[in-house]
């Protein structure tokens, strides 16, 4: 679903101990631009019946405000139950 904004460098599903999945997980984009695509064509679509949220990963901490031009790490939120890392 990510590949065709650009080249990953990782991705990650968080799963819970039974290896089913969280419903969240993380994308990074080997530069911004290829980050920014993927954030404006997969935010707010429909996927097997769940809203996606793709957002720019920060610290919880930092998550007030805008995000800088710098993130390439995506956060992934809303993934249906069914998906893999795959």
Do not use: W
Not at 14 to 41: H, L, M, P, W
Not at 48 to 72: F, P, W
């Amino acid at each position: 679903m990510f590949q065709k904004f650009g080249r990953i460098v990782s991705c990650k599903l968080e799963i819970y101990g039974d290896g089913s999945s969280r419903g969240f997980g993380y994308v990074q984009f080997d530069n911004v631009d290829n980050a920014t695509k993927a954030i404006n064509g997969l935010d707010n679509t429909n996927v097997d019946g769940q809203v996606l949220s793709v957002l720019t990963h920060q610290k919880q901490e930092k998550r007030e405000g805008t995000a800088s031009e710098r993130y390439t790490n995506l956060f992934l939120q809303n993934l249906p139950e069914d998906f893999t890392a795959d």
